[in-house]
Structure formats: C-alpha cells, structure tokens
C-alpha cells in the first residue's frame, strides 16, 4: 500500500515536496516513481529511484528543478519540486515496481500505485 501526501496550491516559482509513504513489501528493494495526470491527458512520467537511491531518472520537463529522493528506513520516497510551473498542475501519483531490483520509467512496470495527490500551481 502507498500513501501520498504534500500536494497544494502554489504559485508559480514556488515549491512543494510530495511524500509516498509504503508499506507491505521490502521497500528497500523496490525501485519507486512518480508519475502525474494533468486533465484530459495521459499519465506521465515524472521521476524514478532505485531500491538504494543511487541511480535516479528524470523526464525532461522536470530536469534540474524536482529532485527524488528515499529513506528506505522509513519507507518513505520523496519528490522536491521546485521553480513551479503552471503546466507542473497536475495529479500526482508514486508507485512502486513490480519486481525488485530494478528501475523504470514507463507506468507499465509499476503495479502498486498511491491515491494521488493534487498539485495547482497558479501563475
């Protein structure tokens, strides 16, 4: 089970930090991600972490601004977002992979998925 937490409302510039905390399998052998859904559009990848945290992937519309982290021993994985964006308005949702020690950036690899949580970023 994933618990996303941290959305809001925003200005633009600002920031916000996303929480995804996890429980009913060995977290720390899990790559996760986060994905969002912007309305009328396709859900998109945002960002991935290996199950150590070593090796991290970024799309490209986020690059240098979001950061993803994890705390395996809280089994929490984190999102920093900042220089919000009003096209960064979106829901948002972690997932976890479906097989251990991994990584991926396409929806199709995860099968465990968090509630989701909405991010508004005014301009």
């Known amino acids: 089970q994933l618990q996303a937490s941290g959305g809001g409302l925003v200005q633009a510039g600002g920031s916000l930090r996303l929480s995804c905390a996890a429980s009913?399998?060995?977290?720390?052998?899990?790559?996760m991600g986060w994905f969002r859904q912007a309305p009328g559009k396709e859900r998109e990848f945002v960002a991935a972490?290996?199950?150590?945290?070593?090796?991290?992937y970024y799309a490209d519309s986020v690059k240098g601004r979001f950061t993803i982290s994890r705390d395996n021993a809280k089994n929490t994985v984190y999102l920093q977002m900042n220089s919000l964006k009003p096209e960064d308005t979106a829901d948002y949702y972690c997932?976890?992979?479906?097989?251990?020690?991994?990584?991926?950036?396409?929806?199709?690899?995860?099968?465990?998925w968090g509630q989701g949580t909405q991010v508004t970023v005014s301009s």
């Open positions: 997932a976890m992979d479906q097989a251990p020690l991994r990584l991926a950036t396409t929806p199709l690899r995860y099968d465990l």
């Open positions: 009913g399998r060995t977290f720390s052998t899990y790559g």
């Open positions: 972490i290996s199950w150590t945290g070593g090796t991290t």
